[in-house]
């Protein structure tokens, strides 16, 4: 809207509307994440017994932690990783079935189910398909044995956990590129066509750089989904194991808080890894968000 | 006079603005202040670039932008403080903003049924007006259902339903194509004679200007340049603003200087004898130049440099002394020499203007 | 376009190929080893076709587990975030664009922010604030020394407890504080040319009628779209389920799923019967995906413009 001064001027309105969100919000959101910063200065115990300023304390205690750079270092090596395959794998199906092809409809249909199948179910399921005993690859272990064994070899645990994350990152992130290729005018293809670019070739010189912003979205939200909803896969799938291996920091988070009741180091933990998450954020819009905001 | 004509008859408001001025912040001061009292019963045409200013303008007296200072009187009642339904005010909107999820007849009694009618009211109002407007058989269609032109009527049905005595237009016409906008045009002049309403019509359109209004309110920055009818807006503008706004192609403009006995173009030839001293703008019409020795007026030499021959007539762009003049001739009236030309500039038809402010210097050619 | 484009368009069926082969195979060896008894799964592993025994294993789903009522559980807890979430994200998207109100800005930034950081990061410390709601409140009355006036007074301090834990409010109210429908309405609303606001106020329209009337009946796609994907997102949540929900009958079935399957390697699981789980569980949300596809995809790229 062009100027303020046409819009309702009520004064209590807008607030009583806003309310019951912003009381959820507030409840739920903000209070947690303070509470999460309060408690990493604090010596809390379980079961209300009581809580004891200590300071950096708890910072130091994490920090020395080994077993905290390690599932730090998971965290980091699954996202990239993980991410970037969630964004890659979608963009290629999406420029795919942006082509007028008899399998872009069914495809278009079909790639957006796993939707509807839970992190947890799709992570149960993928623990039976790549169970070394009964799964999909036991044959090979007839054969060759011992070369799948998710339960045994960290790298294995975590070829199944990306596997099963990038399965269930498909839908939003294929939606959302190939709505972007398809707000591509198609006069765009004809110009280029024009200056004699063919289709293989108009894939990187117009489909790509057009999407840009859409890539730059996914990505961002797929960072954080991806340090987020591993937690239902690992849970599932490994258990952390083996030997941890695949301990991500949700995951580290969630044991010492809630199996381990050490909710000063789980808190510290949670406020460093959302200083973590926010900082990545900022930093993509800084690097990347910049340059990609095309006037069409 | 039949009976629709008078079952849609409003009373006609006067506006007053009263020093009204609209500004965001300290530096951008869209309308600094104005006052202009524009009559009950009155077709205002306000003409401008855009950016004038002018649809802030229809919106402060609509109560869609609130005023930085000043009075709002319709119909002599204080309004700037109100709310917009508490005006008298119906507005025709640019994209004509009809409610697409309502039927034509919803969108048209919206108002009514907000205002509390009965329905029956209601229902008889919309009927007589969709008659006037041509639209009985649309009222159950959505909009999304109907043509450009129709959904303008809807929007100019769903405006004067209420009997308003205020009509505001948002350059309505400007999103239809060439033929639809002149029937339009002449259907709102005849619809503006049957139910008589105030109205403040904004265009950048000078054709719509000419041919609708009363009188043209011309906006520049902020500022009217000149409220007058349509003859006194082209015959005698009151700024090279306005002679370059109003007429196509526009009013030339020159460079003039007088010595006390002639004016001399910047090239030194003389086109007027008038004694004036200082530097000028001289204008003049395009079709009020002659191409044949007339006794008395002064001749100048020009050379052509195209012609655009639009059938009724022609149009030479000639160079003279650094500038380019047009000249409107008789279609197929050739000079005799293509490239050299003689024009003579009568001096009743000459305009003068100060080379500072660009206002006009009324009288400069009177016979002394 | 005259132009020969087979070699790419080859390529991409093939890749499309893939990807549905990539999508399906899971759910089809999900259904097909559901449909297999445990000890055709002994001798043979894996099923690559479909058996007779779907419903028996469906049926001990029935017998053997809770899941059938984790799953009403899952479908009252889903139906109430989609529902909350579109009511009152459409009540502060509206008051956000249309009221002329200075601290409209900073509001949106702090619902925006929700986004960034999900409730899987900040598990540990809304699950204390969910075991007692006034946690703040009481915290707010300890700072200010309100509660040491008041033990002064009435020689008793005052602690406020309701502990929302184990409860449908519970797992539904953190899942709500979540900022995409804000942002989805609040883009949409932007979309409305501004003409149609100001017609309606011209027509006399107030801040309530111009929400009914105008602005509800135009968003009726963008409900569909926020209440599918919010509704598929509330069934299909873990972890929060996982810790707010402490009995069996009060989780949902996603988390019922997951604890049918054995935590240690040993024997073999009873996989068919775990799959009929799997089967049951994703059930009602992919015949939504199925039926309401239209909404759902709307909804997604609705969420990032």
């Given at each position: 809207m062009s100027s303020d001064s046409s819009l309702f001027s009520n004064r209590w309105l807008p607030l009583i509307l806003v309310a019951p969100f912003m009381l959820l919000v507030v409840l739920f959101f903000y209070v947690p994440i303070f509470q999460a910063f309060y408690w990493s200065f604090f010596l809390e115990r379980p079961f209300g017994g009581g809580s004891e300023f200590i300071g950096f304390d708890n910072f130091s205690r994490v920090l020395a932690d080994p077993e905290f750079w390690e599932a730090g270092w998971r965290t980091l090596v699954f996202m990239v990783i993980a991410s970037s395959l969630a964004v890659v794998v979608p963009l290629i199906l999406a420029v795919a079935a942006?082509?007028?092809?008899?399998l872009s409809l069914p495809a278009r249909n079909v790639l957006?189910?796993?939707?509807?199948?839970?992190g947890a179910s799709i992570g149960v399921i993928f623990a039976f398909i790549f169970?070394?005993?009964?799964?999909?690859?036991a044959p090979l272990n007839g054969m060759?044995?011992?070369?799948?064994a998710p339960g045994l070899d960290g790298t294995d645990a975590f070829i199944t956990l990306i596997a099963a994350h990038v399965w269930g990152g498909i839908p939003f992130n294929f939606v959302i590129l190939l709505a972007g290729l398809r707000s591509i005018p198609y006069t765009m293809y004809q110009a280029a066509a024009m200056d004699g670019a063919g289709p293989w070739r108009r894939i990187f010189d117009v489909q790509l750089p057009l999407i840009m912003p859409q890539l730059f979205l996914t990505l961002v939200l797929e960072f954080t989904e991806s340090v987020t909803s591993a937690f239902a896969l690992i849970d599932t799938?490994?258990?952390?194991?083996?030997?941890?291996?695949?301990?991500?920091l949700v995951y580290k988070i969630y044991t010492d808080g809630?199996?381990?009741?050490?909710l000063s180091g789980a808190s510290t933990q949670t406020a460093i890894l959302m200083v973590f998450v926010v900082i990545l954020t900022a930093a993509q819009f800084v690097f990347l968000g910049r340059r990609v905001n095309y006037e069409r | 006079m039949n009976a629709i004509d008078t079952a849609i008859r409003a009373a006609a408001a006067s506006i007053t603005l009263a020093g009204i001025t609209k500004s965001?912040?300290?530096?951008?001061?869209?309308?600094p202040p104005m006052d202009v009292e524009l009559k009950a019963g009155e077709f205002t045409v306000v003409l401008?670039?855009?950016?004038?200013?002018k649809s802030t303008l229809l919106q402060m007296i609509a109560g869609l932008e609130r005023v930085s200072g000043g009075r709002i009187l319709i119909g002599g009642r204080e309004v700037q403080d109100l709310e917009p339904k508490h005006r008298g005010c119906a507005m025709v909107f640019q994209n004509y903003?009809?409610?697409?999820?309502?039927t034509v007849g919803e969108n048209m009694t919206y108002s009514l049924k907000v205002a509390g009618m009965p329905k029956a009211e209601r229902v008889e109002r919309v009927a007589a007006v969709a008659k006037m407007l041509g639209l009985s058989g649309y009222?159950?269609?959505?909009?999304?259902?109907?043509?450009g032109g129709q959904r303008q009527r809807v929007a100019i049905g769903r405006a004067i339903v209420r009997e308003p005595g205020v009509l505001l237009f948002?350059?309505?016409?400007?999103?239809?194509?060439a033929q639809l906008r002149h029937d339009m045009r002449v259907e709102l002049a005849e619809l503006h004679r049957r139910i008589g309403a105030t109205s403040v019509f904004v265009t950048h359109d000078q054709v719509e200007a000419m041919t609708l209004a009363d009188r043209i309110l011309i906006l520049n920055k902020g500022r009217i340049e000149q409220f007058d009818t349509p003859k006194a807006i082209y015959?005698?503008?009151?700024s090279v603003f306005v002679a370059k706004f109003i007429g196509a192609p526009p009013m030339n403009i020159l460079p003039v200087t007088g010595d006390g006995s002639v004016l001399r173009l910047s090239d030194g030839q003389v086109v007027a004898e008038v004694s004036l001293s200082g530097s000028f703008q001289l204008g003049i019409r395009p079709e009020d130049i002659a191409m044949e020795g007339r006794v008395g007026d002064p001749a100048v030499k020009a050379s052509l440099r195209f012609r655009e021959d639009l059938g009724s007539h022609s149009i030479l762009a000639a160079d003279l002394a650094d500038s380019v003049v047009r000249v409107a001739t008789p279609?197929?009236?050739?000079?005799?020499?293509a490239l050299h030309l003689t024009l003579i500039f009568p001096k009743s038809r000459l305009h003068l203007f100060d080379?500072?402010?660009?206002r006009a210097i009324p009288g400069a050619f009177r016979a002394h | 376009m005259i132009e020969n484009a087979r070699s790419i368009n080859i390529a991409a069926s093939l890749i499309l190929i893939v990807g549905i082969v990539y999508i399906i195979g899971p759910l089809y060896l999900t259904l097909s080893t559901a449909s297999q008894s445990y000890e055709f799964m002994l001798r043979n592993?894996?099923?690559?076709y479909p058996g007779d025994q779907l419903f028996i294993n469906i049926g001990r789903i029935f017998t053997e587990t809770r899941i059938p009522v984790q799953m009403l559980n899952s479908l009252t807890v889903a139906l109430s975030i989609a529902f909350f979430t579109c009511i009152l994200s459409f009540l502060t998207a509206y008051a956000l664009v249309y009221f002329r109100i200075r601290w409209a800005g900073v509001v949106f930034a702090l619902i925006l922010a929700t986004i960034m950081l999900p409730l899987d990061i900040r598990v540990i410390t809304t699950y204390q604030v969910a075991s007692n709601v006034f946690s703040p409140l009481n915290a707010v009355l300890d700072a200010t020394g309100l509660n040491d006036l008041i033990a002064a007074i009435f020689g008793a301090r005052i602690e406020f407890e309701w502990s929302v834990l184990n409860t449908h409010f519970g797992l539904v109210a953190p899942l709500v504080a979540h900022g995409t429908g804000t942002f989805l309405f609040r883009q949409f609303f932007r979309t409305l040319p501004a003409d149609l606001f100001k017609a309606a106020r011209m027509d006399g329209a107030g801040p309530i009628r111009f929400m009914v009337d105008v602005l509800l009946p135009l968003s009726r796609t963008s409900f569909a779209a926020l209440f599918v994907l919010t509704f598929l997102s509330g069934w299909t949540q873990y972890l929060w389920p996982l810790v707010a929900a402490s009995t069996p009958d009060m989780t949902t079935a996603v988390v019922g799923l997951a604890r049918?399957?054995?935590?240690?390697?040993?024997?073999?699981?009873d996989f068919p019967m775990i799959m009929a789980g799997a089967v049951l569980v994703s059930l009602i949300p992919l015949a939504m995906i199925a039926f309401l596809q239209r909404y759902l995809v709307q909804g997604l790229v609705l969420s990032e413009k």
């Amino acid at each position: 809207m062009s100027s303020d001064s046409s819009l309702f001027s009520n004064r209590w309105l807008p607030l009583i509307l806003v309310a019951p969100f912003m009381l959820l919000v507030v409840l739920f959101f903000y209070v947690p994440i303070f509470q999460a910063f309060y408690w990493s200065f604090f010596l809390e115990r379980p079961f209300g017994g009581g809580s004891e300023f200590i300071g950096f304390d708890n910072f130091s205690r994490v920090l020395a932690d080994p077993e905290f750079w390690e599932a730090g270092w998971r965290t980091l090596v699954f996202m990239v990783i993980a991410s970037s395959l969630a964004v890659v794998v979608p963009l290629i199906l999406a420029v795919a079935a942006d082509r007028k092809i008899r399998l872009s409809l069914p495809a278009r249909n079909v790639l957006v189910w796993p939707k509807g199948v839970a992190g947890a179910s799709i992570g149960v399921i993928f623990a039976f398909i790549f169970n070394p005993f009964v799964g999909i690859l036991a044959p090979l272990n007839g054969m060759f044995p011992g070369i799948w064994a998710p339960g045994l070899d960290g790298t294995d645990a975590f070829i199944t956990l990306i596997a099963a994350h990038v399965w269930g990152g498909i839908p939003f992130n294929f939606v959302i590129l190939l709505a972007g290729l398809r707000s591509i005018p198609y006069t765009m293809y004809q110009a280029a066509a024009m200056d004699g670019a063919g289709p293989w070739r108009r894939i990187f010189d117009v489909q790509l750089p057009l999407i840009m912003p859409q890539l730059f979205l996914t990505l961002v939200l797929e960072f954080t989904e991806s340090v987020t909803s591993a937690f239902a896969l690992i849970d599932t799938i490994t258990h952390g194991g083996p030997g941890g291996a695949t301990t991500l920091l949700v995951y580290k988070i969630y044991t010492d808080g809630f199996n381990g009741y050490d909710l000063s180091g789980a808190s510290t933990q949670t406020a460093i890894l959302m200083v973590f998450v926010v900082i990545l954020t900022a930093a993509q819009f800084v690097f990347l968000g910049r340059r990609v905001n095309y006037e069409r | 006079m039949n009976a629709i004509d008078t079952a849609i008859r409003a009373a006609a408001a006067s506006i007053t603005l009263a020093g009204i001025t609209k500004s965001y912040d300290a530096d951008t001061v869209v309308i600094p202040p104005m006052d202009v009292e524009l009559k009950a019963g009155e077709f205002t045409v306000v003409l401008g670039p855009s950016g004038c200013g002018k649809s802030t303008l229809l919106q402060m007296i609509a109560g869609l932008e609130r005023v930085s200072g000043g009075r709002i009187l319709i119909g002599g009642r204080e309004v700037q403080d109100l709310e917009p339904k508490h005006r008298g005010c119906a507005m025709v909107f640019q994209n004509y903003a009809l409610y697409p999820h309502m039927t034509v007849g919803e969108n048209m009694t919206y108002s009514l049924k907000v205002a509390g009618m009965p329905k029956a009211e209601r229902v008889e109002r919309v009927a007589a007006v969709a008659k006037m407007l041509g639209l009985s058989g649309y009222l159950h269609r959505k909009p999304g259902q109907l043509s450009g032109g129709q959904r303008q009527r809807v929007a100019i049905g769903r405006a004067i339903v209420r009997e308003p005595g205020v009509l505001l237009f948002d350059e309505p016409l400007s999103n239809l194509d060439a033929q639809l906008r002149h029937d339009m045009r002449v259907e709102l002049a005849e619809l503006h004679r049957r139910i008589g309403a105030t109205s403040v019509f904004v265009t950048h359109d000078q054709v719509e200007a000419m041919t609708l209004a009363d009188r043209i309110l011309i906006l520049n920055k902020g500022r009217i340049e000149q409220f007058d009818t349509p003859k006194a807006i082209y015959h005698s503008p009151a700024s090279v603003f306005v002679a370059k706004f109003i007429g196509a192609p526009p009013m030339n403009i020159l460079p003039v200087t007088g010595d006390g006995s002639v004016l001399r173009l910047s090239d030194g030839q003389v086109v007027a004898e008038v004694s004036l001293s200082g530097s000028f703008q001289l204008g003049i019409r395009p079709e009020d130049i002659a191409m044949e020795g007339r006794v008395g007026d002064p001749a100048v030499k020009a050379s052509l440099r195209f012609r655009e021959d639009l059938g009724s007539h022609s149009i030479l762009a000639a160079d003279l002394a650094d500038s380019v003049v047009r000249v409107a001739t008789p279609f197929g009236a050739d000079p005799a020499d293509a490239l050299h030309l003689t024009l003579i500039f009568p001096k009743s038809r000459l305009h003068l203007f100060d080379a500072a402010t660009g206002r006009a210097i009324p009288g400069a050619f009177r016979a002394h | 376009m005259i132009e020969n484009a087979r070699s790419i368009n080859i390529a991409a069926s093939l890749i499309l190929i893939v990807g549905i082969v990539y999508i399906i195979g899971p759910l089809y060896l999900t259904l097909s080893t559901a449909s297999q008894s445990y000890e055709f799964m002994l001798r043979n592993g894996l099923a690559w076709y479909p058996g007779d025994q779907l419903f028996i294993n469906i049926g001990r789903i029935f017998t053997e587990t809770r899941i059938p009522v984790q799953m009403l559980n899952s479908l009252t807890v889903a139906l109430s975030i989609a529902f909350f979430t579109c009511i009152l994200s459409f009540l502060t998207a509206y008051a956000l664009v249309y009221f002329r109100i200075r601290w409209a800005g900073v509001v949106f930034a702090l619902i925006l922010a929700t986004i960034m950081l999900p409730l899987d990061i900040r598990v540990i410390t809304t699950y204390q604030v969910a075991s007692n709601v006034f946690s703040p409140l009481n915290a707010v009355l300890d700072a200010t020394g309100l509660n040491d006036l008041i033990a002064a007074i009435f020689g008793a301090r005052i602690e406020f407890e309701w502990s929302v834990l184990n409860t449908h409010f519970g797992l539904v109210a953190p899942l709500v504080a979540h900022g995409t429908g804000t942002f989805l309405f609040r883009q949409f609303f932007r979309t409305l040319p501004a003409d149609l606001f100001k017609a309606a106020r011209m027509d006399g329209a107030g801040p309530i009628r111009f929400m009914v009337d105008v602005l509800l009946p135009l968003s009726r796609t963008s409900f569909a779209a926020l209440f599918v994907l919010t509704f598929l997102s509330g069934w299909t949540q873990y972890l929060w389920p996982l810790v707010a929900a402490s009995t069996p009958d009060m989780t949902t079935a996603v988390v019922g799923l997951a604890r049918l399957a054995p935590d240690q390697d040993g024997a073999v699981p009873d996989f068919p019967m775990i799959m009929a789980g799997a089967v049951l569980v994703s059930l009602i949300p992919l015949a939504m995906i199925a039926f309401l596809q239209r909404y759902l995809v709307q909804g997604l790229v609705l969420s990032e413009k």
